[in-house]
């Protein structure tokens, strides 16, 4: 399952830090624990997207300037999203950073035949490496057009895929096909506006901070239809479950492939209810 959550912002103006997965991670965990699951409370099979809205860029950070913010999360375990959207809409506000948010409404993405597609977007940065103390590995920079950068994501994708446990060993082996490029005319273009692609994020584990290099750039994504469908739902890298490697088609409008969710166990008398039934 793969949700969009719609935020009233209710202080227009406020910002975030440029890099600010970490806190919506931290917001994400408080509903989480806030539910007290203990099926759920070191779940780490889900993703979700950076904070999508009209924004303006200051030496504070991003500005959000519209008067709502989207955030996307997917799951293969309905039963976690579920979870987190009805504990979530029992909160009258969330904070992420300086944005003060009320949950107003969901909808649900109707997928379409994803392994049909080759471009892709990053709706968050993609991380080729999870950290480690003492490491500067994750911190690295390896070029997105060299065989490593497809490598690194096609180990990653593969121990993934692995873990699910959902194909036999012989349809695995019909995996070995994968292959990510680059849009170049994107990254010209960055480099010519002296614009970066690839930054280095914080992170945290058990409020040990980390940081981790990132990438976000179009690109175009090559494999069996199998892996395109659980790397859009699962993510693509290192550490789906901090926020990093959402992907999204390119040249697609999101908002045209959903419909509107009611998240089970909410009724129409309880806060924000109304607004997503």
Avoid at 196 to 203: H, I
Wanted: charged content about 25%; overall charge negative.
């Amino acid at each position: 399952m793969r949700v969009r959550i719609i935020f009233l912002l209710k202080n227009r103006g406020a910002y975030v830090p440029f890099h600010h997965q970490f806190l919506i991670a931290q917001m994400l965990k408080a509903v989480i624990m806030l539910g007290a699951n203990r099926d759920f409370l070191t779940f780490k099979g889900f993703n979700f997207s950076g904070l999508k809205g009209q924004t303006k860029s200051s030496r504070k950070g991003l500005h959000f300037c519209s008067s709502r913010v989207t955030l996307v999360i997917s799951s293969r375990n309905n039963d976690f999203i579920d979870y987190l959207l009805y504990h979530l809409f029992k909160m009258p506000k969330v904070s992420v950073g300086n944005l003060h948010l009320q949950p107003e409404r969901v909808e649900l993405e109707n997928l379409p035949d994803i392994g049909g597609y080759e471009k892709f977007i990053c709706l968050s940065p993609i991380l080729l490496s999870e950290p480690a103390l003492f490491d500067e590995a994750a911190t690295r920079f390896v070029d997105p057009e060299s065989d490593e950068f497809s490598d690194k994501l096609y180990d990653l994708a593969m121990q993934h895929i692995e873990e699910l446990a959902v194909f036999t060993a012989e349809k695995l082996k019909e995996f070995s096909r994968f292959q990510i490029v680059p849009d170049r005319e994107y990254l010209d273009k960055l480099a010519a506006r002296n614009k970066k692609f690839s930054r280095v994020y914080p992170t945290f584990d058990q409020d040990v901070k980390f940081e981790v290099r990132g990438y976000t750039f179009p690109f175009y994504f090559y494999a069996p239809p199998e892996v395109k469908e659980i790397v859009f739902m699962d993510g693509l890298g290192a550490l789906p479950h901090k926020g990093f490697g959402m992907i999204d088609l390119a040249n697609e409008d999101p908002t045209a492939r959903v419909a509107p969710y009611a998240v089970p166990g909410l009724t129409t008398d309880e806060p924000n209810a109304a607004d997503h039934i």
